[in-house]
Structures are given as C-alpha cells and as structure tokens.
C-alpha cells in the first residue's frame, strides 16, 4: 500500500505527521510542528482547526465566518521551513520563519508557473499552555526571489530550473 505522504512536504505519511496533529491523536511537540499542522489544516481547509490552534488572546468572534469565505480562494502549493525554535529566555514561547507558496485557487500544481507563485513569508510567533503549543501572530516579510538550483517550491525535490523553472 502506498501511504500518501504529508501536505507538510515532510516525506512523512500524513498520518504519523500533521494529520494526527489535526485530528488531536498527537499533539505537536514543538512550534514547527504546530505551524506544519496549520499549513496543512489550510489546505485541508479545516476552518475548525485553524481557530482551535489560534491563541485565545488573538481569536475574534468572526474568526470562523471570515476564514471560511476566503479559504477556498487560495491553492496551497508547498511549504519551505527556513529556521524554527524556542525562545532561549521562556521555554513556552517559539517562533517559525517560513514561506507558504501558493496561487489562485482556479490554478493547479501542474499549469502553475513560478512566474504566478505567490508567497506567505512570515516569522510567527507561537505559545506553550497546559502543555500545547498555540499560533499566537506572524509579521509578514517580503519574498524571497527563486534560484534556479533551489529545491522547486512544489516539494518535488527537484532543482527548480529541473522543475518548474524560473
Ligand atoms: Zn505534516
Ligand atoms: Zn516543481
């Protein structure tokens, strides 16, 4: 059987990754994992998920009416994690600097091209409490331009001038 693997671009069966994050089997033992989990609630579109895992202090109470207009808008295409930790002052405090590439929802992965990615670069800031890990806010950076021998953005593991060019 093949085990489809993550939405994350792990390499990891979507099950022992961010799925069973999702679906409260496991719970992320870190703020990389929870921000893993949070892309994928995104392209899963699991507007449930993405407010549970949003720190209290930051939710509203349009939160779920708001998302669920605009998710379907969005064609998430792949996630690079550029560096993730925990505050070396407070262990229950993290951070995740990362881009999520994505498109127009009426694009797909295969007639996408690097010229119409778009690009969510953002350093986000996470919260431990009672032992779980919360999305606390993201402070958008600009993007980063495409090297023709970076890996391609659509997680194949190609070069992206072997890809999707650029
Ligand atoms: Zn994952
Ligand atoms: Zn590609």
Not at 4 to 20: F, K, M, R, V, Y
Not at 41 to 67: E, G, M, P, W
Request: charged content about 20%; glycine content about 6%; aromatic content about 10%.
């Amino acid at each position: 059987m093949v085990q489809e693997t993550c939405l994350c671009g792990s390499n990891i069966p979507s099950e022992a990754c961010c799925n069973s994050i999702i679906n409260g089997v496991a719970i992320a033992a870190t703020p990389e994992q929870l921000m893993r989990s949070r892309y994928t609630a995104f392209c899963l579109r699991n507007v449930d998920y993405l407010t549970d895992s949003h720190h209290s202090s930051k939710r509203q109470s349009d939160d779920k009416l708001i998302l669920s207009r605009h998710i379907n808008d969005t064609q998430w295409l792949g996630l690079r994690v550029i560096q993730s930790g925990i505050d070396s002052s407070n262990p229950n405090k993290g951070f995740v600097e990362f881009i999520a590439y994505y498109t127009e929802a009426a694009n797909t992965i295969s007639n996408t091209q690097s010229s119409d990615v778009k690009q969510l670069h953002e350093y986000s800031l996470f919260v431990r409490e009672n032992g779980q890990w919360f999305y606390l806010s993201g402070d958008r950076m600009p993007p980063i331009k495409f090297q023709r021998n970076d890996f391609c953005w659509c997680n194949s593991g190609k070069k992206i001038k072997k890809c999707h060019g650029c």
